[in-house]
């Protein structure tokens, strides 16, 4: 098989690393990929959004499968646009990518076929939110934009005037775009939180094994929120018993709940989890693989990905045994100084071969290759992966390997994989 991947982080570049080990496939493509995926994949610079130059590009290579990795592109309708003209697309389409497009259908999904979340009001003016907030009187209260808004449309406002200032910047200063039309002001919860992400056809749903993102900047969870500072896999906190609920009261009814609405979810489904004292409820549904998940569940997969993808597209996944690693896995991300604020980009980066000959995984975030020289081109530059015999081991491997790679005001958290719930 001819593969293209679409898009060029961390999580691409884990995809793409799995789907180079595949026995099915011969060539990956990636558009447009980064330095390191451009070691494993032709990268071609096709935008994420450009589809019409994918399928073009698409045709022209005779693909036979493209991976649509992120939110945007599939909430645009990616997955049909391929579709249409007859290029096989592992994704959901446009109407089942609605369940992280739009947070009031995601919300409004559980509430009908009661699925565990918190309690919330949907508005679609701001003064009205404002006097429902007022009215409810109850702090920490959460403020979320309905739309996508690159994982930074959710508020949590400590105090009445925290929560107006968010209603007013997302709904009338519109800081998030059309993703603020309208709003979801949410119950606070507190407990630890999962991830698990799950293959599905629409027919059966095979959870991947578990993990955690650490997401705020610095060690103790303190600084500002990132797209991710690193993940482990497993969670220590993830039981058999929490599984079971998960799959009885979330994960089953959610793939019912899209069938029943005539929105056949194929691809991954991400179940972004708190476990609270009333039982484990869905915080967020994400309709893709998520970032820097992905690169601690994926190198512990023993079966072919290449395989799962194909079974998911022809809904067959129930024949597909998918097996994993009884190991651990540790992504510690190295940051640009500054990030997740302004940061500059183009230093040259160190030590990457070393940390490989040593045993990591690197995976590479924002990097590019100049003169055979990888310079940081992002915020988040490389995630820095270990696997072991257990979290311990893994950690350890991880930070070992994390000594080898520098560049100029290189920052990164020194206590990945060490919270205990
Ligand atoms: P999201 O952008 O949807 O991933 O949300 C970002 C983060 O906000 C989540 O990972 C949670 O830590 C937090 N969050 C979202 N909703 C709630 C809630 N109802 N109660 C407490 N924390 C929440
Ligand atoms: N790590 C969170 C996400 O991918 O949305």
Redesign the pocket.
Known sequence: MKVMVISGGGREHAIIWSLSKSALVDKIYCAPGNGGIAQLAECVNIGVLDFKAQVEFAKKENIDMVVVAPDDPLANGAVDYFEENGIRAFGPNKAAAVIEGS?VFAKDLMKKYNIPT?AYEVFDNSANAIAYIKEQNSY?V?V?AEGLAL????I?ANDFSEAESAVHEIMDDKVFGEAGGRIVI?????GP?ISVLAFTDGNVVKPMVSAQ?H?RAFDNDEGL?TGGMGTFSPSRIYTKELEEECMNNIFLPTIKAMNAEGRRFKGVLYF?L?STKDGVKV??Y?CRFGDPETQVVLPRLKTDLARIFSAVIDEKLSEVEIEWEDNAAVCVVLASGGYPKSYQKGYAIDGIEKAEENGAVVFHAGTKLEDGKYLTNGGRVLGVTAVGDNLDDAIKKAYGYVDYISFKDMHFRHDIGIKKQ
């Open positions: 947070k918190a920490p959460v979320k994982g930074k449309g959710v949590i949410e119950e606070f919860l507190t939180e993102d997401k929120n972004g708190m915080i967020e994400n």
